[in-house]
């Protein structure tokens, strides 16, 4: 089983900075893909970016330049630094990963940003 707690959410003016972090523990040692994910009110649920164990990369067109994820191994955290944040990347952020060999997914609980104009 997998524990994931994340914090680093809240209020921020359109063009502040905040940074997310999620800590895994559990009985699994290691993940494959670790990533964040975020849902607008009555939106779907969308890929903010990705990180995979060999530090492959994917980020959402809208976030490129603006937000970067990285991850530490060693303590099973990764991050989200996010910059130049606009109003319109205010949503509820969650958590993902994949245990290395397992097809599963996690989910944090999610926390809240909120960026004002």
């Known amino acids: 089983q997998v524990k994931l707690v994340e914090s680093g959410g809240g209020l921020v003016q359109a063009g502040g900075s905040l940074r997310l972090s999620c800590a895994a523990s559990?009985?699994?040692?290691?993940?494959?893909?670790m990533g964040w994910y975020r849902q607008a009110p009555g939106k779907q649920r969308e890929l903010v970016a990705r990180?995979?164990?060999?530090?492959?990369?994917n980020y959402a067109d809208s976030v490129k330049g603006r937000f970067t994820i990285s991850r530490d191994n060693a303590n099973n955290t990764v991050s989200l630094q996010m910059n130049s944040l606009k109003p319109e990347d205010t949503a509820v952020y969650y958590c993902?990963?994949?245990?290395?060999?397992?097809?599963?997914?996690?989910w944090g609980q999610g926390t809240q940003i909120t960026v004002s104009s």
């Open positions: 990180i995979t164990s060999g530090g492959s990369i």
């Open positions: 559990g009985s699994i040692f290691s993940f494959n893909a």
């Open positions: 993902n990963v994949q245990p290395r060999g397992s097809a599963a997914y996690y």
